[in-house]
């Protein structure tokens, strides 16, 4: 069955350091997702990304965020200076459309660990 | 913005025994998703309403969309250890300005064998 991967699975890094979150969606899917999940709390939207472009953000996505599909099957979500509290795990998903009626498969995350 | 509650955060529960859990807000959505995630991955879609009033069963889960749209419950029926998991519901709305996707804060349910 067709899953989403992430890479790394645990990314440690320093306070004011660059990162980038590495995701290969499903291959048919056309709209790519970016969660986020701090420690104990629950999963927040981040971004979505359509056609090259971002569909919709959260207020979390602010200028450090980005997102890019650099090819045909990668989709990264970049932290340009990481803080303390960007500390969470984050989640790729995708799905064939747009819309409640087609379903978001999550990916099993990357955790950030800022320090 | 849109928020939703979950209620009970968290649940210890005999093998066997039903379970029932509920998720509120106090904004109209679209549609109500229950999903299930387990430690180390992401989450997984369980069942998703449509309908107020929908009622679906997914093996032996039951969830319902509430009538007012605004509330919808999740109902695990003989549960068994591997129904052990944090449950989110999510709430997604959309309009002309585009959509919203909204994660309660969990129920966390353990099985006790």
């Known amino acids: 069955e067709p899953e989403v991967t992430q890479t790394p699975s645990h990314q440690v890094t320093q306070m004011g350091q660059e990162v980038i979150l590495r995701c290969v969606p499903i291959s048919n899917h056309l709209y790519f997702y970016w969660y986020r999940q701090i420690l104990g709390q629950k999963v927040e939207f981040l971004v979505s990304?359509?056609?090259?472009?971002?569909?919709?953000k959260s207020e979390i996505f602010d200028d450090q965020f980005s997102v890019e599909r650099p090819d045909g099957s990668n989709f990264t979500l970049k932290i340009r200076s990481t803080k303390l509290e960007d500390s969470a795990m984050y989640f790729c998903?995708?799905?064939?459309?747009?819309?409640?009626?087609?379903?978001?498969?999550f990916g099993p995350g990357t955790r950030l660990t800022v320090t | 913005g849109q928020q939703l509650n979950q209620s009970p955060q968290s649940m210890f529960i005999q093998e066997g025994e039903d379970v029932s859990m509920n998720c509120t807000s106090s904004s109209i959505f679209n549609t109500w998703l229950w999903y299930k995630q387990e430690p180390g991955e992401g989450p997984v879609l369980l069942i998703a309403l449509y309908k107020a009033g929908e009622l679906t069963s997914n093996g032996r889960l039951t969830a319902q969309f509430g009538i007012t749209r605004k509330d919808s419950f999740l109902n695990i029926s003989a549960s068994i250890p591997s129904d052990v998991g944090i449950y989110f519901c999510a709430g997604f709305s959309w309009d002309n300005y585009g959509q919203n996707f909204v994660f309660g804060p969990g129920t966390r349910l353990s099985v006790l064998p």
């Open positions: 990304f359509y056609n090259n472009e971002i569909s919709e």
């Open positions: 998903a995708s799905s064939e459309g747009r819309g409640p009626t087609y379903e978001q498969y």
